[in-house]
């Protein structure tokens, strides 16, 4: 199965409070967006891969997978969204067609596992939408009202945390995100998009430490494994 990728790399981190963007912080002795890269780098079917960057990045031309032939560099936009709308159209540009599958993936989600990708594309190939890989909630889910205490316990069984890659056809996810964005929607995963255009993206369960690295902890709970 032929595939491309876009990663997102584009943000700031400003909830990690480090001293550069969080992509280019240090998990055993590489960082984090070479730990992304890799996973992809290594799969067959791989058809190309899209990272978008912020234009003023001065950390990626220092990383040896910038040379790699296989990597494209596009620019970041605003919002994660307006990233991978020009990570799209980057693909466009290299050939990709609407019909061909686009895996989105965080580039501060550094631990996915070769076997969640496999089971992704062997789940989805065939599908006619498209999904993402996505975990069960495991906790107890409390709903918060206004005063801060609890106004009532969910069933937990329909909740699932919407994780990364999500993988879906060229031409529907650059039409549902850029018409998700021009109507202004909040769009925080490609798979809302998707929905917002009226498609029901599959739930296809992965591993739970396929996290993104959001605040400090997240990356001191990488480095202790
Ligand atoms: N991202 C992007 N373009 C943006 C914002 C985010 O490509 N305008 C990317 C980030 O680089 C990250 C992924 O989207 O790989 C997930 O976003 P998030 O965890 O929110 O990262 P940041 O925006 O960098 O962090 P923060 O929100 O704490 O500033
Ligand atoms: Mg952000």
Known sequence: LSF???????????????DRPKQYLPLNGRCLIEHTLDCFLDQPGLSGLVVCLSPDDEWWPELACAC???ITRAD???ERA??????????TALGAGEQDWVLVHDAARPNL??????????TLQHDPIGGLLAVPVRDTLKLAGPDGRVSSTPDRSLFWQAY?????????????????????????????????AGQAPRLVEGR?????????????FLRRR
């Open 4 to 18: 491309w990728v876009v990663i997102p790399a584009a943000g700031v981190g400003s909830r990690m409070r480090a």
């Open 68 to 70: 790699d032939p296989r």
């Open 76 to 78: 970041g936009g605003r």
């Open 82 to 91: 307006d990233s991978v709308l020009n990570g799209l159209q980057a693909l």
């Open 113 to 122: 596992a070769q076997s969640d990708l496999q089971t992704l594309l062997a």
């Open 164 to 196: 990364t890659p999500q993988m879906f056809r060229l031409g529907a996810l650059r039409t549902a995100l850029s018409d998700a964005l021009a109507a202004g929607v909040a769009i925080t995963d490609e798979a809302s998009a998707m929905e917002w």
């Open 208 to 220: 739970a430490d396929n996290i993104k690295v959001t605040r400090p902890e997240d990356l001191e």
